[in-house]
T-cell receptor
């Protein structure tokens, strides 16, 4: 399977603990995105990478959240001192964007990591 | 203002019938892309169809078609010949600009196909 993969699929943690999620994008894709989706809502943008550079962060991404993509391949999203409000599905997506050629920039999503903070 | 509005929280359709899921959008950028995704209960977002703002014709992909009305800023998804496997959440999304960095998603419509 050459799609986007995420690990773990489910994570239950206690409030105050740190958690880390991993995303492996489609191998030739240069862009990687993180989204958060709460129950009954659409995905909300958190941050994105162009290769290894983190180019944009949403104001939703508090200082307890940090994301990396050290070699421009897989990415990690860490949440420190988790709160109950962090409970959500965390989705990763990747896409291939070439120049400004008007590519429609379809994003391919992974299965998500469902976080429950007790 | 919401970038993407989906006003139908839930829809029901008889198997083999067609159904239209509504989506309106808000942008002042002349270049944008509109997308529909399906999210089954497993959680994965599955890309269905794309419409570019400069596309002259409505997009079609198999049983999916997008009714693009630019002046009204609407991009409704039409599913023909509904199947039981079509039961899922459907999200409309927009990307602003040619290579915009974020997608704006609506709140989704839950579609249930009745046998």
């Amino acid at each position: 399977d050459t799609g986007v993969s995420q690990d773990p699929r489910h994570k239950i943690t206690k409030r105050g603990q740190n958690v880390t999620f991993r995303c492996d994008p489609i191998s030739e894709h240069n862009r990687l995105y993180w989204y958060r989706q709460t129950l009954g809502q659409g995905p909300e943008f958190l941050t994105y990478f162009q290769n290894e550079a983190q180019l944009e962060k949403s104001r939703l991404l508090s200082d307890r959240f940090s994301a990396e993509r050290p070699k421009g391949s897989f990415s990690t999203l860490e949440i420190q001192r988790t709160e109950q409000g962090d409970s959500a599905m965390y989705l990763c997506a990747s896409s291939l964007v070439v120049g400004l050629a008007g590519s429609y920039n379809e994003q391919f999503f992974g299965p998500g990591t469902r976080l429950t903070v007790l | 203002a919401q970038k993407i509005t989906q006003t139908q929280p839930g829809m029901f359709v008889q198997e083999k019938e067609a159904v239209t899921l509504d989506c309106t959008y808000d942008t002042s950028d002349p270049s944008y892309g509109l997308f529909w995704y399906k999210q089954p209960s497993s959680g994965e977002m599955i890309f269905l169809i794309y419409q570019g703002s400069y596309d002259q014709q409505n997009a079609t992909e198999g049983r999916y078609s997008l009714n693009f009305q630019k002046a009204r800023k609407s991009a409704n998804l039409v599913i023909s010949a509904s199947q039981l496997g079509d039961s899922a959440m459907y999200f409309c999304a927009m990307r602003e600009g040619n290579t915009g960095n974020q997608f704006y998603f609506g709140t989704g419509t839950s579609l249930t196909v009745i046998p």
